[in-house]
Each structure stands twice: as structure tokens, then as C-alpha cells.
């Protein structure tokens, strides 16, 4: 688990997204400058590179978060429980945290092609830790726990495209399920320490 500095850390680098992200809602991302975000966040410009190298990075604050939080819980479910079932559990925990802010983060993306690309980036490295976490806890090799955690990825990322198209009215949470679920059939079947045949 992360110690007390760390989990500091984490928490001003949260909120110093958050404060972006509503500015860049308000305003568009190509209108906020560091200074705007620092002053609103009430802190100081060299405080705000202290967690974030450039603007676009606050961004994709709560990306970085997620990969080790998710990371850190997967490693704390129980010994016994399914890789699937446990991508399942954690993924729909940290989509019902993130829910009533995801929809403005997606739109501030998807409205600005400079911010797409890093997007993609930041997300294979959070997915990077999430599968090698779930390697070490399910005894899985690394194609394994890789293809499992790429799966559960295209299951979270169908789920939020189908209840983005509803314009959010749809529940999510039941998406996610539902996406998961259909999964299941060929996920079930994954063995740890399963060999690969290069």
C-alpha cells in the first residue's frame, strides 16, 4: 500500500485535476493556462509542475491515479477469486467513483485533437500496471494477465461509449455488467501460468 506522503501526493494531485478539468469545461482546454488553473486551485505556478510537467497533463491526472489505485486494490481481493471476477469487482468500483465526472473529461478530450493521442498513451500505461498487478496476485503469466486486462478495458470502454450515445440517461454501472458478462464465455477459461506458444 501507498505510504502517507504518497497518498498526499495523490490527493493534491486530484484535486489540482478536478480544478482543471472544470476550468477547461468552462472555458475549452486551449483557453486555460497553468496560471488560471493554479490560481483557482490556490496555489502557486511551480506548485502546480511540482505534480504536473505540462497543462495537458492535469488532464490525464485522473488517469495516472486510476492505474495505481486500481493496481493496489487488485492487489488486495481475495486470494482465491477469479482474474475476471476481480477486474469486474474493481473496474465497477472505480467507474460508480468516477461517474459523475468522467463525461466532462471524455468531452474536453474528445474535443481536442492534441490531448487524443496522449490520451491512448497515459491509458496503456496505466493498463501496464493494472496487468502486471494482476499477474503477481492470480499467478498469471504476462500474456495472460495482459490479454485479460485488455479485455476488461474494451469491456469499460464499450460500456462508457454506449451510455455516452444515450446522453448519460442510461445506467452505467449496468453497462459495465452487461459488457463483462458477455465477456465471460471466453474469459472463464484462463488458467494461470498458462503457456504461450510464441
Known sequence: MAGLRERTRRAVQA?????ALELFTERGFEDVTVDDIARAAGVSKRSFFRYFPAKEDAVFGGVLLMGDDIAE??????????????????????????????????????S?????????????EARGRIAEALAERSGLDAFTADL????????????????????GEDERLELVDAAFERLRPACAGSSPRADVTR
Not at 484535486?15 to 480544478?19: G, P
Not at 461517474?99 to 473529461?105: K, L
Open 148 to 167: 485479460l486486462t485488455s479485455a476488461a478495458a474494451t469491456a469499460i470502454d464499450c460500456a462508457s461509449r454506449e451510455w455516452l450515445r444515450g446522453g
Open 15 to 19: 484535486e489540482l485535476a478536478a480544478v
Open 73 to 110: 486494490q487488485i492487489a488486495g481481493r481475495p486470494a482465491g477469486e477469479p482474474a475476471w471476477e476481480c477486474l469486474h469487482a474493481v473496474l465497477r468500483e472505480w467507474v460508480a467513483r468516477i461517474d459523475a465526472g468522467s463525461r466532462a473529461a471524455l468531452r474536453v478530450i474528445e
Open 112 to 124: 481536442t485533437p492534441a490531448l487524443r493521442a496522449r490520451f491512448q498513451q497515459k491509458r496503456e
